[in-house]
């Protein structure tokens, strides 16, 4: 992607904006990817928006909505484990037709904020999940990447770099998570690494020394103090459980390196969370599913 000219918003993505939106007022953008991806709020008419956009493309826009949620929604959530939060920032993704809906909310849940997704497509919900990430930036080079994080990646001469997205949380700060393929026993196999905005190794997937059996049991004998202190004092995950196996609990291990994953269930309403931990046990990313039939 070529250099923009050095102006608090090109004009480039400015006319993006226009483009697709010829009306916009009060236009208001914050940089999330410097010089390259902005997020821009705008008003059309009585409406009010929300946008992704660079000097090439809208990644995606979605319009305010005076509805606090979707009815079907909140019918939903007030059936999970999950339920007791408040919603607010009702977006409705533009694109959709109705009956689809595709909606993205801010979830509050004992104190912290959470970017909550719901998309209902067909007359059915087809997938509802929150976590910490508010926006997706799909690349497929690594030019975006922190010159620490491509020399980590370069450094293996058996493993692919394939793409990354950049995560941006609701704090608006930024992750990147790569995807990367090796040769497993003949086998194309992919793996996943998160690192933060410095470049440093926060985690990655287990991909590497993951088992053939999943039931057997997990590859550690005591979580990090640091691990077990958080998952016991999370009040998201009351009445929640882990299965000491494999296929809910695992220690990954690559280049002398390690971090952990670990899934918990709830017998009942069966929505899950995923958490991922660094070595010593801080948690670097979360996100919550809610189970729909």
């Known amino acids: ?18 483009q697709w939106y010829p ?13 390259l991806v902005w997020e821009v709020k ?3 008419g009585a409406n009010k928006y929300v946008s992704l956009a660079d000097s090439t493309k809208i990644w995606e826009t979605y319009r ?24 607010s920032a009702n977006r409705d993704m ?14 509050n849940l004992h104190g912290s904020d959470y970017s909550f997704n719901w998309v209902y497509v067909d007359n059915r919900v087809a997938g509802a999940a929150f976590g910490e990430t508010l926006y ?10 922190p010159q620490k994080a491509q020399n980590f990646i370069n450094a293996d001469p058996q493993i692919k770099y394939e793409g990354l997205e950049l995560k941006v949380d609701v704090n608006y700060k930024k992750s990147y998570e790569v995807q990367v393929s090796f040769d497993k026993a003949g086998v194309k196999t992919y793996a996943t690494f998160i690192f933060n905005d410095e470049g440093d190794l926060q985690w990655f997937s287990r991909a590497f020394n993951e088992p053939e059996d999943l039931n057997g049991p997990p590859n550690y004998d005591k979580l990090p ?4 202190q958080y998952l016991d004092s999370s009040k998201e995950l009351a009445g929640f459980s882990s299965q000491p196996i494999a296929g809910m609990q695992w220690m990954a ?25 660094d070595k010593d046990g801080k948690l670097v990313n979360k996100m919550y599913f809610i189970y729909f039939q």
Do not use: H
């Open 23 to 35: 009306n916009a007022e009060n236009l208001v953008f914050k940089p999330l990817v410097e010089k």
């Open 136 to 145: 997706w930036i799909l690349y497929r080079d690594m030019s975006t990447l």
């Open 253 to 277: 291990e690559y280049r002398g390196e390690k971090c952990y994953w670990i899934r918990y269930l709830n017998n009942t309403t069966f929505d899950f969370c995923d958490l991922q931990f």
């Open 1 to 18: 992607m070529e250099p923009l000219e050095p102006e608090p918003v090109p004009s480039k993505v400015i006319a993006q904006v226009k």
């Open 225 to 228: 103090e640091a691990m077990q």
């Open 94 to 107: 533009i694109g959709a037709v109705a009956p689809n809906e595709y909606n993205r909310l801010i979830y």
């Open 64 to 87: 305010f909505s005076g509805e606090s949620a979707p009815p079907k929604m909140l019918a939903l959530v007030e059936k999970s484990a999950f339920r007791g939060g408040t919603f």
């Open 42 to 44: 705008f008003d059309e």
